[in-house]
């Protein structure tokens, strides 16, 4: 991530142009990667009292570059200072207070970039990251289901989304946990989790479970039909569907699903 800032930016003020001249080897240096040449220029022009947004901000690339977050953090400050309103600023000063772990100010200076930058990808994506550093899951989904939308071509940003829709499940039930554990969401979450693993037997005790804990909850003896038709257990499967069909009566899905039991019942044969 790399915003350097040139004369021709948006600035609050322009370089006077008797000046531009000195800070522009500085510009071209910091593009092709040269940082100890770029870094001798802006210094150079500091000590010639040109204390411009541009050149405060560049040194702050050039420290964080170097991984130096401290120091980019006061260089971006200072040009913050001068030009409040420049995003890509606000940004780079979250990315580098992200990395120093200060996560509430880094998200406080990212969600000002984005305000700023609505459709910079990056700055979404630096703020999501705040907000994962902080465990704010609920937070960090909501910038990146905007950033899957700005860029619906990127496969990392969907990667990075189904990733926290992951973790804030996972933090939701730790929550239901904490709340009530012996909620019947929580036995039927974990019920869940043992069908993906194809543990059909520890499925079917948490899913009987969560049945006890709340037995009018939809759902449950839906999935507990399932287990047992995927088990070629016709007759057990039947007596779930019909349990959920008397908790649910205009359930579509327990209907196709008791009709997918008797056709398998019958394919089976005696």
Avoid at 116 to 131: G, H, T, V
Avoid at 202 to 220: G, H, M, T
Avoid at 248 to 253: R, T
Wanted: with cysteine; glycine share 4%; proline share 5%.
């Amino acid at each position: 991530m790399l915003f350097v800032c040139t004369g021709s930016a948006v600035l609050a003020q322009n370089v006077p142009p008797s000046r531009e001249a000195q800070v522009a080897p500085g510009i071209e240096a910091l593009k092709v990667g040269d940082l100890d040449k770029a870094e001798e220029v802006f210094s150079d022009s500091l000590r010639h009292g040109i204390r411009h947004p541009l050149v405060f901000h560049n040194l702050g690339v050039i420290a964080q570059q170097r991984g130096n977050h401290q120091q980019a953090v006061m260089r971006f400050r200072q040009a913050i200072a001068l030009q409040p309103d420049h995003g890509p600023t606000r940004l780079l000063l979250g990315s580098s207070l992200l990395a120093l772990r200060k996560n509430a100010e880094a998200a406080r200076e990212l969600n000002r970039a984005v305000s700023l930058m609505p459709r910079e990808p990056e700055a979404r994506l630096q703020l999501a990251k705040a907000y994962e550093a902080s465990e704010n899951w609920i937070a960090a989904v909501q910038q990146l289901q905007k950033l899957v939308e700005l860029v619906p071509q990127n496969a990392e940003y969907f990667y990075q989304l189904g990733r926290a829709y992951s973790m804030l499940s996972a933090w939701s039930y730790q929550q239901i946990s904490r709340m009530n554990p012996d909620s019947a969401r929580l036995h039927q979450a974990l019920g869940q989790e043992y069908v993906i693993q194809e543990k059909y037997d520890q499925a079917l005790e948490a899913y009987q479970q969560a049945a006890r804990s709340d037995p009018k909850l939809p759902e449950i003896h839906l999935a507990m039909a399932v287990i047992y038709l995927e088990l070629k257990k016709f007759d057990q499967a039947l007596a779930e569907v019909k349990l959920e069909q008397e908790l649910a009566p205009e359930s579509k899905v327990a209907e196709e699903t008791k009709a997918k039991i008797e056709a398998a019942k019958a394919a089976a044969g005696p």
